[in-house]
C-alpha cells in the first residue's frame, strides 16, 4: 500500500473517532439541558397552583372581612337599640 493510502485510511478512523465521540458528547449535553427544562417547568407547575391557592385565600379573607363586618354592624344596631 502506499503511504498516500495509510495516511487516508488513518485520517478517516480518525476523523470517524471524533465525530462518534462529539455525538455522544452532544446527546450527553441534551440530556442535560432535558433535565433542566423539566425542573423549570415543575417550577412553573408549582408557582401557578401556588398562585391559585393564592386567589383562594384572598378570596377567603374577603369573605371573612365581610362576615366580620355584618357582625359589628348588628352588634353597633343592638347597641343603639339596647340605649333607647
Do not use: P, W
Given at each position: 500500500?502506499?503511504?498516500?493510502?495509510?495516511?487516508?485510511?488513518?485520517?478517516?478512523?480518525?476523523?470517524?473517532?471524533?465525530?462518534?465521540?462529539?455525538?455522544?458528547?452532544?446527546?450527553?449535553?441534551?440530556?442535560?439541558?432535558?433535565?433542566?427544562?423539566?425542573?423549570?417547568?415543575?417550577?412553573?407547575?408549582?408557582?401557578?397552583?401556588?398562585?391559585?391557592?393564592?386567589?383562594?385565600?384572598?378570596?377567603?379573607?374577603?369573605?371573612?372581612?365581610?362576615?366580620?363586618?355584618?357582625?359589628?354592624?348588628?352588634?353597633?344596631?343592638?347597641?343603639?337599640?339596647?340605649k333607647?
Amino acid at each position: 500500500m502506499s503511504d498516500t493510502i495509510i495516511v487516508g485510511v488513518l485520517s478517516l478512523l480518525g476523523t470517524l473517532a471524533g465525530s462518534f465521540g462529539g455525538m455522544r458528547l452532544m446527546v450527553y449535553r441534551i440530556e442535560q439541558l432535558e433535565k433542566r427544562v423539566d425542573k423549570h417547568n415543575n417550577i412553573i407547575e408549582r408557582t401557578f397552583k401556588l398562585e391559585e391557592k393564592d386567589a383562594v385565600q384572598d378570596e377567603q379573607i374577603k369573605v371573612a372581612n365581610h362576615r366580620i363586618a355584618d357582625i359589628e354592624a348588628a352588634l353597633n344596631t343592638a347597641a343603639k337599640m339596647g340605649k333607647k
